[in-house]
């Protein structure tokens, strides 16, 4: 399987539950965040983004706080189901860099039946 | 709609070889990465276009080149194999101010 997951922070929680991932980005001059998904032995896959105008975005089950003053990003999942299992990786995009993203490392969810 | 395509999607090369990874989008984007991803490292940005014909350096460039001659394709190359380049390999592709979108990657190891 994808080696991907090795070394990095797990979130274990039980299916139905809110599952909450933070991401505590590195530049004040990002304008744009990006979460994205990634189940094993795929790409990451797009689920929601905001930009520095705004504190929160909501999608289908999905909402992204963004805390400007701290620097932190949280991707919140309602209902949480077995199929959210995977990574989750945070991107910023500093202003000017030609949409450069810098990732953070990835968090793994694991979600118990 | 295919999206962002990358091949081969398993490579085993012997130190010292070469090879050429294909990424192709069909969705008329301007601007397309490579990145490489190890355990526990996230993804590192090899080289990036924003553009047919330009190219430029990421975070991780050497031992690797790139051309972008279509502005559907872009091109991954390794010249001279090495173990450290054991990785795996996502193509992304965006217009600006919009999210990437990634290939399934191409899984390379090198002896």
């Known amino acids: 399987g994808e080696s991907v997951g090795l070394h990095l922070p797990t979130l274990s929680v039980q299916e139905g539950d809110n599952s909450i991932i933070n991401c505590a980005y590195s530049?004040?001059?990002?304008?744009?965040f990006i979460w994205y998904k990634q189940e094993s032995g795929k790409g990451p896959q797009f689920i929601i983004d905001i930009r520095s105008n705004m504190d929160k975005r909501q999608g289908q089950r999905v909402t992204v706080l963004l805390n400007k003053t701290v620097k932190h990003l949280s991707l919140q999942i309602a209902a949480t189901q077995p199929g959210d299992s995977a990574v989750y990786f945070c991107a910023e995009n500093i202003k000017g860099s030609q949409g450069n993203l810098i990732f953070g490392k990835g968090t793994k969810l694991s979600v118990k039946p | 709609n295919a999206g962002v395509t990358q091949t081969p999607k398993f490579r085993v090369l012997k130190t010292g070889q070469s090879m050429t990874l294909l990424c192709a989008q069909d969705m008329n984007h301007e601007y397309m990465y490579w990145y490489r991803q190890d355990p526990g490292m996230g993804l590192r940005l090899i080289h990036y276009?924003?553009?047919?014909?330009?190219?430029a350096k990421g975070e991780v460039p050497d031992g690797y080149n790139v051309s972008r001659l279509k502005k559907q394709n872009f091109l991954l190359g390794l010249e001279s194999a090495a173990p450290s380049q054991t990785s795996v390999y996502f193509c992304?592709?965006?217009?600006?101010?919009?999210?990437?979108?990634f290939g399934d990657g191409t899984r390379l190891s090198i002896l």
């Open positions: 276009s924003v553009g047919e014909g330009t190219t």
């Open positions: 530049n004040s001059a990002s304008d744009y």
């Open positions: 992304a592709s965006t217009r600006l101010s919009e999210p990437q979108h």
